[in-house]
């Protein structure tokens, strides 16, 4: 069952009435176990695929975002390493909601940022990089 909830200074509360129903088959002393995890930030998440869209249009050669990001998730080292008789070959790994959650996901983001201004666009500063993405998204470009 999934339920989500508060982090208080005590604890744990229930976040809607789904979670406090679950809550409430149990009794107090009751061990339960949980595997707790931050959500996706959907908004950090389409900023991820803007900026794959920015690099993909400012790199030379028709690339699509899809493509950039399989590029950025190889650099970055998110990605599955195969040998093979002619060599390595890597998989990029998945970005998914259900995969990684939101520590997992900044924590991947700040890597792809710096591979694009290390690898891909060098001599763009991240932090303007990032503020340019955000300020697409929030229509005011």
């Known amino acids: 069952m999934f339920a989500l909830f508060i982090k208080t200074l005590g604890g744990?509360?229930?976040a809607n009435q789904d979670a406090?129903?679950?809550l409430s088959r149990y009794k107090v002393g009751d061990m339960v176990t949980a595997e707790v995890k931050?959500?996706?930030n959907l908004a950090h998440h389409r900023l991820?695929?803007?900026?794959?869209?920015?690099v993909a249009a400012n790199m030379p050669g028709d690339h699509s975002a899809e493509i950039v990001s399989d590029v950025i998730k190889i650099r970055a080292g998110h990605c599955a390493v195969v040998?093979?008789?002619k060599g390595e070959v890597f998989s990029p790994?998945?970005?998914?909601f259900a995969t990684m959650d939101q520590h997992q996901f900044r924590e991947f983001?700040?890597?792809a940022l710096a591979v694009v201004v290390n690898d891909i666009l060098p001599g763009v500063d991240s932090a303007a990089?990032?503020?340019e993405v955000q300020s697409i998204l929030e229509g005011k470009k």
């Open 38 to 40: 931050k959500p996706r």
């Open 48 to 54: 991820y695929w803007e900026l794959c869209r920015i």
């Open 83 to 85: 040998a093979t008789v």
């Open 20 to 22: 406090a129903e679950i």
């Open 109 to 111: 983001f700040d890597r």
């Open 129 to 131: 990089l990032e503020a």
């Open 93 to 96: 790994k998945s970005i998914s």
């Open 12 to 14: 744990l509360r229930p």
